[in-house]
């Protein structure tokens, strides 16, 4: 008798600290004060379903269509990005299908390296400069069912990996439309990404 008393009470500590330390890892905050009950994801993946395209794509391109690497996760490294097909023409447009609507807070645009970077398959920080290469203006856009509402807009970037952040938008699909680059004839973006809210 005294052992399943024993067990009992072994089995109630457990599940009482069990129950804490989930309500402990429910409180975790990050840096910016904002509460995570788990991991934010990025709903911009091949892997979740989503899927890429563009105003126009492959321009040199071998392999497979460029528009899939901008969701397949790969930020660097040799034919990691999308180029566009329009020697300095712009706008030119990409766009990224979430599977099923989805609450984002940001969207970050990676951008290719500058030279001797891009083939290195190291992932650019968010200080890392992308002159040559990069884009500098760019919009990124949300659909509401209806119309394309403007998220946010950038002007004069010079960063490989530039993060665009706003209110919480519930979606199913965005895209970035980019008017102006570094210093090249074509567009190129190595990745795009789209974090849901927490």
Request: net charge negative; proline share 3%; aromatic share 10%.
């Amino acid at each position: 008798m005294k052992r399943a008393s024993s067990h009992v009470i072994a089995l109630g500590l457990v599940a009482a600290f069990g129950f804490a330390a989930g309500s402990l890892r429910a409180a975790e905050t990050t840096s910016r004060g904002v509460q995570y009950g788990s991991p934010p994801q990025n709903v911009a993946l091949a892997a979740s379903g989503a899927v890429a395209s563009a105003s126009s794509t492959g321009f040199g391109d071998t392999g497979p269509s460029s528009a899939s690497k901008l969701i397949d996760d790969t930020r660097s490294g040799i034919d990691c990005y999308w180029t566009d097909d329009t020697i300095d023409e712009t706008p030119d447009v990409v766009q990224v299908n979430f599977f099923g609507n989805k609450t984002i807070d940001r969207v970050v645009v990676y951008s290719v390296q500058e030279e001797g970077n891009n083939f290195g398959g190291v992932d650019p920080t968010d200080t890392d400069d992308c002159l040559v290469y990069g884009i500098s203006d760019f919009t990124v856009e949300g659909w509401n069912g209806d119309h394309w509402v403007t998220l946010g807009t950038v002007a004069d970037n010079d960063l490989c990996k530039r993060t665009v952040t706003f209110a919480p938008f519930s979606t199913d699909q965005i895209r970035i439309s980019v008017t102006a680059t570094g210093g090249w004839s074509l567009t190129r973006i190595a990745e795009v990404e789209a974090w849901q809210a927490q």
